[in-house]
């Protein structure tokens, strides 16, 4: 579609996902702002979040003090966010022809309730596709990285101590088969998948985002 988009032609929807301290956010913010250089409509969001429920979903999923919280639980509180961040945000935006950059999506929950918790692929693409009503993204860029580079980024991001959310806390292992199942998922569709590598300067990976974006445009 064009860059130009018209009320009546649909936005690009485009997804970051890759592990935790991967440096999404940066990518995201940069993207928004090359994307509206060029007169684009962009809105920018964030999974588990994005609505009201969703962002109470998130503390609830994220924080410590919930007690246990078991696989399935946690793999269907995702789904229920994101299924109000689709009706309630995604789906009306695109429609409207503005472009939606969203901070993780359904390949989140595939990684890490998936792989990470052992769900399975087919279990959670299951509730997923009930959630979404089978919405993709146009484009999806994992920035890659290794357990040990992400754990080093979030403690250097945050002042040298380790204040890990829920997920972050998990060991290295568990981080590693996440960064394993973006890898696979992004094999299995190299079309609409673009793997960086997250270690590389934040200007080089804009470079070759903005490049593989170009070409959808
Ligand atoms: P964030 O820190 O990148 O905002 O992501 C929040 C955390 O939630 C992160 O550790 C990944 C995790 N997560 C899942 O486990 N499943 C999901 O479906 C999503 C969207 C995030």
Not at 32 to 60: F, H
Not at 73 to 81: F, G, M, Q, V
Not at 150 to 161: E, K, L, N, P
Request: glycine fraction near 10%.
């Amino acid at each position: 579609m064009s860059i130009d988009s018209t009320a009546s032609q649909r936005g690009l929807f485009i997804v970051f996902e890759g592990g935790d301290g991967a440096g999404k956010s940066t990518q995201v913010a940069m993207t928004r702002q090359w994307l509206e250089n060029r007169g684009a409509r962009v809105a920018t969001t964030r999974e588990p979040g994005g609505t009201q429920i969703g962002e109470k979903l998130r503390s609830l999923v994220l924080e410590h003090g919930h007690g246990d919280i078991d696989s399935r639980t946690e793999a269907l509180i995702y789904a229920a966010a994101r299924a109000a961040h689709v009706q309630q945000l995604i789906a009306p935006k695109l429609a409207e022809g503005t472009h939606v950059i969203c901070d993780r999506f359904v390949d989140s929950s595939l990684a890490y309730q998936g792989m990470g918790r052992s769900l399975g692929f087919s279990a959670v693409s299951a509730i997923n596709d009930f959630a979404t009503t089978g919405l993709k993204p146009d484009a999806t860029i994992i920035l890659d990285i290794s357990a040990a580079d992400g754990r080093a980024r979030r403690i250097a991001a945050s002042g040298g101590v380790e204040d890990s959310d829920r997920l972050e806390a998990e060991p290295d292992d568990f981080h590693e088969r996440i960064r394993g199942a973006f890898l696979e998922l992004a094999a299995k569709d190299p079309r609409r998948y673009l793997v960086v590598d997250a270690t590389g300067s934040v200007e080089q990976l804009q470079q070759e985002i903005t490049t593989h974006l170009a070409g959808l445009l």
